[in-house]
């Protein structure tokens, strides 16, 4: 199946939600969710991204992952990583309970586009309760369906052109068709040498080549498909209003910052959230606009 043929299957099983001047939604990819050990990429930045799932939460927004959430090919247990990021996963549970709350997959947890696996893991998590010391489960996300795209539909303004959500491992290779000789290099040999500073060469992330034609080809489709696509995958954000085609949410493993896309009145704005000095020394959480807002 060719790069296209994917890409277009995830666009025709893909999610239909409205997409108009009331709709508010923010767009993050690639959290990479581990164990909570020396591999976790995500440890280190958990705490700005708790800080920016609240205000998004408290705004209004509706919540939208693009695919890799949980690292799910070094791990191998969805259990010990909730129970690792559990806070984390709380608050995304308030979102599901407000039907806020959409998920895609990406190529490092493709095993959640098996619905059965998707309920079995994903349906409560451990919590502790202030009168009860012991961990208890509680409803997480009950009934969660996990798609290979979202499609954004302008409601009225037929100029508009929708806007197509999805990973972007369909892109590579690698990450799609091959994807379980991918995982099998990851978890029992990039995983161990990254400890020694080896870079994984198969990943779209970390290969400044493969990365480059990923993004072409995610572009291409998008300019044959005559509509805005928003991925993940490569973690490298992009924002351009030279290219209303193709924008990417970038991740919440760079170092010192995440990054994340707002779709706010029919406009799109690139974010990132760091940490920041006030003249006493103390440090507080910023958002900064990096790009936008552009009309879509």
């Known amino acids: 199946m060719s790069c296209y043929s994917r890409l277009k299957k995830s666009l025709e099983g893909a999610l239909k939600l409205p997409l108009n001047s009331r709709t508010k939604y923010v767009l993050i990819s690639d959290w990479h969710r581990g164990c909570g050990t020396s591999n976790d990429n995500f440890l280190k930045n958990q ?75 994903y349906s409560a998590y451990p919590c502790c309760c202030a009168n009860n010391p012991h961990l208890e489960n509680r409803p997480l996300f009950p009934g969660i369906r996990f798609y290979p795209g979202i499609l954004l539909e302008p409601d009225s303004d037929a100029r508009l052109s929708p806007v197509f959500l999805t990973h972007g491992h369909q892109a590579d290779l690698f990450n799609s068709t091959l994807w379980r000789i991918s995982r099998f290099l990851v978890r029992y040999v990039w995983k161990p040498l990254e400890r020694y500073g080896v870079l994984d060469p198969t990943s779209a992330a970390k290969n400044y080549s493969r990365k480059t034609k990923t993004e072409r080809r995610l572009q291409r489709f998008a300019e044959r498909e005559n509509l805005t696509l928003i991925a993940g995958h490569t973690h490298r954000p992009m924002l351009s209003g030279s290219d209303s085609h193709y924008c990417n949410c970038g991740s919440c493993v760079h170092p010192y910052c995440i990054t994340c896309l707002e779709i706010e009145h029919m406009r799109i704005r690139l974010i990132k959230w760091s940490l920041a000095a006030k003249p006493d020394m103390s440090l507080y959480v910023t958002r900064t606009v990096l790009a936008g807002p552009i009309s879509l």
């Open 47 to 121: 705490s700005l991204y708790s800080a920016a799932l609240s205000y998004y939460y408290r705004a209004g927004y509706t919540y939208i992952e693009l695919g890799d959430g949980d690292e799910l090919w070094e791990n191998r247990s969805t259990k010990q990583i909730i129970e690792a990021h559990s806070d984390v996963f709380s608050l995304l549970a308030r979102f599901h309970g407000q039907k806020r709350l959409y998920m895609l997959y990406g190529n490092h947890d493709i095993v959640k586009r098996k619905h059965k696996t998707a309920v079995r893991n």
